[in-house]
């Protein structure tokens, strides 16, 4: 499995980024999928997953804010996220996973929000 995230780049406060992950060499529909950040000088933390029936999860910081959604036809996840802040600023990573198998991780694409 490989995973290629692109998307991310740099953006005054306020604005919007969408970060795509696409899959390769799996069965994509039966995974969960996952965006994570990793900020410098802190832990890599959880952003948003979506299960392979659709369901969500979001840190608390970013709800309302960010969107994870999926397409199966197209092996890819995406993180649309909108009124970016400054905080926000770091690599977001996806990861693909199922019980027993994985997780396979992406190469990160660097998210920069200026103030």
């Known amino acids: 499995v490989q995973l290629q995230a692109c998307g991310g780049g740099l953006v005054q406060a306020g604005g919007s980024l969408r970060l795509s992950c696409t899959a390769s060499g799996s069965v994509f529909s039966i995974y969960s999928m996952g965006w994570y950040r990793q900020a410098p000088g802190k832990q890599r933390e959880l952003v948003a997953d979506i299960t392979s029936g659709g369901m969500t999860n979001y840190l608390d910081s970013v709800k309302g804010r960010y969107t994870i959604s999926r397409d199966n036809a197209k092996k890819t996840v995406y993180l649309q996220m909108n009124n970016l802040k400054p905080e926000d600023t770091a690599v977001y990573y996806c990861?693909?996973?199922?019980w027993g198998f994985g997780p396979f991780w992406g190469q990160g694409t660097q998210v920069t929000v200026s103030s």
């Open positions: 990861k693909m996973w199922r």
